[in-house]
């Protein structure tokens, strides 16, 4: 049973700074696209960022670009989120998920998800 748990969420001041983690076991994790989506109240979960299987590849929603880096440890199993310049409108839940197909960004199309982390940024 794949298992992907995040951490690293809270509360933030806006154009503060935090560093989401996914630690991911139970698959062979450099196999898979990794990448994170985040839902905010009210709304459908969005892509945010993902990464190839190497890490030689990255590609972010539009609204994250030049504030967010995605990394990916595949030695330790982990992704990673870094989060620069947060903005209200960044406040969600935020979702890690592994998948096959990097450029297929529909939601239904990533079949591991986790938990989430909450991400709430104060204006």
């Known amino acids: 049973q794949v298992q992907l748990v995040e951490s690293g969420g809270g509360l933030v001041q806006a154009g503060g700074s935090l560093r989401l983690s996914c630690a991911a076991s139970?698959?062979?994790?450099?196999?898979?696209?990794v990448g994170w989506f985040r839902q905010a109240p009210g709304k459908e979960r969005a892509f945010v960022a993902i990464?190839?299987?190497?890490?030689?590849?990255?590609y972010y929603a539009d609204s994250v670009k030049g504030r967010f880096t995605i990394s990916r440890d595949n030695r330790k199993s982990t992704v990673f989120l870094q989060m620069n310049s947060l903005k209200a409108e960044d406040t969600a839940v935020y979702y890690c998920?592994?998948?096959?197909?990097?450029?297929?960004?529909?939601?239904?199309?990533?079949?591991?998800w986790g938990q989430g982390t909450q991400v709430t940024v104060s204006s």
């Open positions: 998920v592994a998948g096959s197909n990097m450029w297929d960004l529909r939601t239904a199309s990533w079949p591991y």
């Open positions: 139970r698959f062979t994790f450099s196999n898979y696209v």
């Open positions: 990464i190839s299987q190497s890490g030689g590849n990255t």
